[in-house]
């Protein structure tokens, strides 16, 4: 080969012969899933009283082994608080379900999900999660959505028991328009997380979502997603600050949401119909959980709350995000209108403490004292939440409140006075619709999530310098209007009126 100035043989012709690698094509987008077939087994004839069916799904890809090894140390205490601050004396009155997943293939060459079914038997759940480790998982995104799905399909659910999913995670569902993700048209099957967690709705499963921080918070997408989808199960979003606090918050949320079922059952056909009768939209939602707070606290009603530390930073265009996702039919729906999120996502407040912290996990943990469950054909005794160690205030017992079978004053047509609109019982309503309450724009309650505690403003890091931001709390108070929209939201989704 001459390489002389005058040879009109040249390297860049020899290698014009070859063009450059262009990226492999992205693959069809497949028809998605509109419909689901839960399975349900019905065994009130085998039973009586309440009962909880739950799932924990599990990220087991990369630095997820402290959360796996978290569940796994804590299951019989989770198991143990949960059966004696309810209750539950029956052998199967608490199922426990595992779901745990990496990623598709080419990400992922081990497996996409695999499950554990219901079971009873809490030994056997904690042998399971001894086999589980974390491992890869290839890009950021993770097989969430196939995780979700198989919580429908793969696992067989009680008509009369509780249901729920915690999902534990440190990354989002590919398709959401993360960077980086390699599976850009979502779920290879055809899964889409917004048509599950609307399945999930009508059929009473709520979904809660503990978000492993500060790893999720550095996606771009991932916080209003997952916001959006605990809005539409009125689950809720649990930021959480440190491996040893996740089974404090796992109690939390399936006792708080036990007093939600509670309500649901008692009042739930009347707050639907309410709504119906208002639009169904979901400002008529907003309206009607205000005007069901209002009534709830006239009878002095008390329920569990999990007290959660500041962790995010609240903007507008978080909220229209949220907003943006729990509107849209699918995920490709949504995607193209996400905006970018400007500034930080966590408070400098959280940031100082876990950094401190070093994000490690001890074992053993925190939790409440445990609950001794009344022996078999006793009465079951009243839990006394009046003092827990390790700083978990929690209040006594509610006091005693007049019981309401129905909600007549629904019935009463809203009056307006000089142009502003009073709840049945006379009282201003919060701003709602575009740019209010929970499903609008900001109103004095924060708009991004109903059950995301601890928004904020940006200017707002230091203002709690007082605050313990170390964990989670269980605590006994009067009924938040966050929990009032919970209500309102199942109520209605389980009515199958909801519209998309």
């Known amino acids: ?14 290698y014009g012969a070859y063009p450059p690698r262009s990226p492999p094509p992205t693959p069809p987008r497949p028809e998605p899933v509109t419909g689901y077939n839960i399975r349900f087994v019905d065994l009130m004839a085998e039973r009586t009283g309440k009962s909880i069916d739950l799932v924990f799904v599990l990220d087991c890809t990369g630095s997820m082994q402290r959360y796996i090894n978290s569940v796994r140390d804590h299951i019989f205490a989770i198991c143990d608080m949960i059966r004696g601050e309810e209750g539950l004396n029956g052998v199967d009155d608490l199922r426990v379900a595992i779901v745990n997943y990496r990623d ?11 499950f554990n079914p219901f079971t009873s038997d809490i030994a056997e759940v904690q042998t399971y999660l001894r086999g589980l480790t974390a491992a890869g998982g290839g890009d950021g995104p993770e ?15 009680r008509r009369e028991a509780a249901r729920m999913v915690v999902l534990i995670a440190d990354a989002p569902p590919h398709g959401i328009g993360e960077s980086g993700d390699q599976i850009k048209q979502g779920d290879p099957d055809g899964h889409d997380p917004l048509v599950i967690a609307r399945t999930m709705a009508q059929h009473g499963i709520t979904f809660f979502m503990v978000a492993c921080e500060e790893t999720l918070s550095n996606y771009s997408r991932a916080v209003d997603f997952f916001t959006a989808i605990c809005n539409m199960t009125s689950g809720v979003m649990m930021p959480l600050t440190t491996a040893d606090l996740l089974a404090m918050t796992i109690v939390g949320s399936v006792l708080e949401n036990m007093d939600m079922e509670r309500l649901i059952a008692e009042i739930g056909r009347e707050v639907a119909e309410r709504i119906r009768e208002k639009g169904e939209t979901m400002q008529s939602v907003e309206e009607v959980a205000q005007e069901l707070h209002e009534r709830l606290l006239l009878r002095n009603e008390q329920t569990k709350q999990v007290q959660l530390p500041d962790v995010y930073i609240q903007s507008d265009h978080s909220r229209k995000n949220v907003q943006a996702w729990m509107n849209a039919q699918f995920i490709f729906n949504a995607a193209p209108n996400i905006l970018p999120v400007p500034g930080r996502r966590l408070t400098d407040k959280f940031r100082r403490n876990n950094q ?12 409440p004292p445990r609950r001794t469950s009344a022996t078999t054909g006793a009465a079951p005794t009243s839990p006394d939440l009046s003092t827990s160690p390790a700083g978990h205030d929690v ?19 809203s009056s307006t006075i000089g142009g502003s609109s009073l709840s049945v019982f006379g009282a201003p309503m919060l701003p709602t619709g575009p740019g209010g309450g929970m499903f609008g724009a900001a109103g004095l309650t924060p708009a991004m999530n109903a059950s995301m505690r601890g928004m904020r403003g940006q200017g707002d890091d230091d203002d709690d310098d007082d605050d313990d931001e170390s964990g989670t709390q269980l605590k006994r108070e009067t009924i938040s209007l966050d929990q009032a929209r919970r209500i309102a939201t199942q109520s209605v989704f389980r009515a199958g009126r909801l519209p998309i």
């Open 143 to 157: 097989a969430v959505t196939a995780a979700m799905a198989a919580c429908l399909t793969e696992l067989e659910w």
């Open 1 to 14: 080969m001459d390489d002389s100035p005058t040879s009109t043989y040249t390297y860049a012709s020899f």
């Open 104 to 114: 598709h293939k080419p990400q992922d060459n081990t497996y996409v999900y695999k």
């Open 395 to 413: 209040h006594p017992a509610s006091p005693p409140r007049k019981i309401v079978s129905d909600f007549k004053a629904f019935g009463a047509s």
């Open 356 to 367: 401190a912290q070093g994000f490690k996990y001890t074992p053993g943990g925190r939790l």
